[in-house]
């Protein structure tokens, strides 16, 4: 599967708080990196959010 990671990467920065949960928590075949990449735009203020939304 080819993921196009700075498409991902563009739609996350522009997308809404629950947008942004949503890509990160469902987006599958990106690296570890990637992932940390995508973290580092998310608000650091709402990770609680991120964190419940994983489990």
């Known amino acids: 599967m080819n993921v196009n990671f700075e498409e991902i990467k563009e739609r996350f920065k ?4 629950d947008e942004k ?3 990160y928590t469902t ?3 990106l690296t570890v ?3 940390k990449e995508l973290l580092r735009m998310f ?3 709402h990770l609680d959010k991120l964190e419940k939304a994983m489990q």
Request: aromatic share 6%; glycine share 6%; no cysteine.
């Open 33 to 35: 990196e990637q992932f």
């Open 27 to 29: 987006t599958q075949g």
């Open 14 to 17: 522009n997308a809404s708080l």
């Open 21 to 23: 949960i949503e890509i």
């Open 43 to 45: 608000p650091l203020q």
